[in-house]
């Protein structure tokens, strides 16, 4: 079984550092792939993250564990219909959180916060607060806290019951699919992941500090000032 536990070891640190790689590609910072186009911390961007490091990852360790030890078709691999639920839930409100986020930005530029000003840098906090209106970054977004909280503590707990999943087979070839997840649980990340959709749907009255209106206008006004310069 060692074998398994050693290379979903090395199957999650590989996806980290190509994680790490394409945040320092893309936003110039090694969490880059955590923050938005908004160029702040993105609740949506660490789910996915997490889900996809964790399923993947142990995928990738079942399989090539069981090519270690021999297995007779080690791609043989069942995935329970509960985890493919799972993964189905986080991308579908990924992309609806995504679509109403893209959305505001064009239509309410003006209530939108966005950071990427030299005060106004990303910080962690913002997967929990207020990301429009006034109290943008001062205020905790109840919902997105409840949907934090939800996806560490499955994340956790499906880590867990991995490692004892493979604990109570005897041999690498006779792990031949992922644990699933209760119905209970699915259930659960299902309503607080549409809990989450449906809190972005309104817009908070009020301008944030630095809107995506304001950031736009004077990264605008820098270009200008640069061709005029040269």
């Avoid at 910072?29 to 938005?36: A, E, H, N, Q, V």
């Avoid at 749907?201 to 605008?220: F, K």
Wanted: glycine share 10%; no cysteine; proline share 3%.
């Amino acid at each position: 079984m060692g074998a398994i536990y050693l290379s979903w070891a090395i199957s999650g640190a590989v996806l980290l550092l190509v994680a790490l790689w394409i945040g320092l590609a893309g936003n110039k910072r090694i969490d880059g792939i955590l923050i938005d186009e908004r160029g702040r911390y993105s609740l949506t961007h660490l789910q996915l993250f997490l889900w996809t490091i964790t399923i993947l990852s142990l995928l990738s360790g079942v399989f090539f564990g069981r090519l270690v030890h021999g297995a007779g078709n080690p791609i043989d691999i069942t995935i329970p219909p509960e985890v493919l639920g799972l993964l189905g839930i986080s991308l579908g409100s990924a992309v609806a959180a995504t679509t109403t986020k893209r959305t505001k930005d064009v239509t309410k530029a003006e209530n939108v916060a966005a950071s990427g000003g030299l005060d106004y840098q990303p910080r962690l906090a913002q997967m929990i607060l207020v990301e429009e209106g006034t109290f943008a970054d001062e205020v905790v977004d109840i919902s997105k806290f409840q949907q934090f909280v939800v996806t560490i503590l499955l994340v956790v707990a499906y880590t867990a019951t991995a490692v004892q999943w493979i604990s109570t087979h005897g041999t690498a070839q006779s792990v031949t699919s992922l644990p699933t997840i209760s119905t209970a649980l699915l259930t659960l990340f299902g309503i607080s992941h549409g809990a989450y959709v449906v809190g972005k749907a309104p817009t908070s009255a009020g301008e944030p500090p630095l809107s995506i209106e304001t950031r736009n206008r004077d990264r605008e006004d820098f270009l200008v000032q640069k061709r005029l310069a040269r």
